[in-house]
């Protein structure tokens, strides 16, 4: 098999990396928490490059590709898929335990009444802070991926993944037309729809890894290493210039097997592939963390991400060492 799971590590370490700088670097000028080195026009550099990440692609992507070949060995089915949910939210919830009250404590502002405890303890409406909408709508995919799966065996790639565009080119559509009136207004509504969204990204890794993707992708592997690189250049050139939803799914699958396919320095790869072992952790903090920093007073960008990228991998692994009766608990 061409995509180890070290590939996957150090993708789902790319990842995390994409996830923290758009989330500190994706806003205008008007309400930057850092020290910009470059503006142009009414955005800084670093927003500028903010375009080019799309974490929540390539996780569901990774998502796909890996529960996939589970699936294929283990026939996994709900009962096993639930347990690594319930992982999840145990460490999202530990995550809530610590912050919240240091946030409180600090005078910053969280709002707090037993509508919102119930909102965010179940990834309904995660108000505390909206980077953990992801949660919810991931784990619901995830819960139905045995079926999803059996689908792609029975109809084929070609037909899934074209459904799964038009559903998601459907939602978009009834978000356009509805979103300001009835849509955000309701959130019996629009809970449901981030569901559909992700599935075509979902479904695009699943179906490469049914695929001949691993073919193509030990053919990448062949290729001189400046050329990779340089293809990398373009589409990320590409894609901070572009901004359409239909493409992040795309984007991701190419940047996944380029990046994959690409030499590395070891270093380079060892960091990577420890921030992917961290990711899960460092989603659900990273946020948190960048807004102590942010509250200590404005830094260089480069300063404040490195510290922010450092910090949240150190309480990953607090977070890891604290949890791990338990998720050997619900994982056995």
Same mark, same amino acid.
């Given at each position: 098999?061409?995509?180890?799971?070290?590939?996957?590590?150090?993708?789902? /370490?790319?990842?995390?990396?994409?996830?923290?700088?758009?989330?500190?670097?994706? +806003?205008?000028?008007?309400?930057?928490?850092?020290?910009?080195?470059?503006?142009?026009? *009414?955005?800084?550099?670093?927003?500028?490059?903010?375009?080019?990440?799309?974490?929540?692609?390539?996780?569901?992507?990774?998502?796909?590709? /890996?529960?996939?070949?589970? =699936?294929?060995?283990?026939?996994?089915?709900?009962?096993?898929?639930?347990?690594?949910?319930?992982?999840?939210?145990?460490? =999202?919830?530990?995550? &809530?335990?610590? +912050?919240?009250?240091?946030? &409180?404590? @600090?005078?910053?502002?969280?709002?707090?009444?037993?509508?919102?405890?119930?909102?965010? %303890?179940?990834?309904?409406?995660?108000?505390? *802070? %909206?980077?953990?909408?992801?949660?919810?709508?991931?784990?619901?995919?995830?819960?139905?991926?045995?079926? &999803?799966?059996?689908?792609?065996?029975? $109809?084929?790639?070609?037909?899934?993944?074209?459904?799964?565009?038009?559903?998601?080119?459907?939602?978009?559509?009834?978000?356009?037309?509805?979103?300001?009136? $009835?849509?955000?207004?309701?959130?019996?509504?629009?809970?449901?729809?981030?569901?559909?969204? &992700?599935?075509?990204?979902?479904?695009?890794?699943?179906?490469?890894?049914?695929?001949?993707?691993?073919?193509?992708?030990?053919?990448?592997?062949?290729?001189?290493? $400046?050329?990779?690189?340089?293809?990398?250049?373009?589409? %990320?050139?590409?894609?901070?210039?572009?901004?359409?939803?239909?493409? +992040?799914?795309?984007?991701?699958?190419?940047?996944?097997?380029?990046?994959?396919?690409?030499?590395?320095?070891?270093?380079?790869?060892?960091?990577?592939?420890?921030?992917?072992?961290?990711?899960?952790?460092?989603? +659900?903090?990273?946020?948190?963390?960048?807004?102590?920093?942010?509250?200590?007073?404005?830094?260089?960008?480069?300063?404040?991400?490195?510290?922010?990228?450092?910090?949240?991998?150190?309480?990953?692994?607090?977070?890891?060492?604290? @949890?791990?009766?338990?998720?050997?608990?619900?994982?056995?």
């Amino acid at each position: 098999m061409v995509f180890t799971r070290e590939d996957t590590s150090i993708m789902k /370490g790319v990842a995390i990396l994409m996830m923290i700088y758009f989330h500190m670097f994706e +806003f205008g000028l008007d309400s930057i928490l850092y020290l910009p080195l470059s503006v142009i026009g *009414k955005y800084s550099i670093e927003c500028y490059l903010a375009r080019a990440c799309n974490p929540v692609a390539l996780f569901l992507l990774l998502g796909g590709i /890996g529960n996939y070949i589970i =699936y294929h060995k283990n026939q996994s089915g709900v009962k096993r898929t639930g347990k690594r949910v319930l992982k999840l939210y145990v460490h =999202y919830w530990f995550s &809530l335990l610590i +912050f919240i009250p240091i946030i &409180l404590l @600090l005078q910053l502002p969280v709002p707090i009444s037993f509508k919102d405890f119930i909102w965010n %303890i179940t990834g309904l409406n995660p108000s505390w *802070k %909206i980077s953990n909408w992801f949660l919810m709508p991931y784990c619901v995919v995830l819960l139905c991926s045995p079926w &999803l799966f059996k689908a792609l065996d029975r $109809y084929g790639w070609k037909i899934c993944l074209i459904v799964c565009l038009l559903i998601r080119m459907g939602v978009f559509a009834f978000n356009h037309y509805y979103s300001n009136e $009835y849509i955000y207004a309701n959130k019996w509504i629009w809970n449901p729809l981030p569901e559909l969204v &992700l599935l075509f990204a979902f479904m695009l890794g699943a179906a490469a890894a049914k695929t001949d993707f691993w073919g193509v992708l030990a053919k990448m592997k062949k290729w001189p290493g $400046y050329l990779l690189y340089l293809a990398l250049i373009i589409i %990320i050139g590409i894609r901070c210039s572009i901004h359409i939803f239909t493409a +992040f799914a795309t984007f991701s699958l190419a940047l996944c097997m380029l990046y994959v396919a690409a030499p590395h320095f070891s270093a380079v790869k060892k960091a990577l592939i420890f921030l992917g072992k961290h990711s899960m952790n460092m989603w +659900f903090v990273h946020w948190w963390i960048w807004d102590l920093v942010a509250y200590t007073g404005k830094l260089y960008s480069p300063v404040a991400f490195v510290l922010v990228v450092g910090l949240s991998a150190i309480v990953s692994m607090i977070f890891n060492f604290i @949890l791990k009766p338990v998720d050997k608990l619900i994982l056995r």
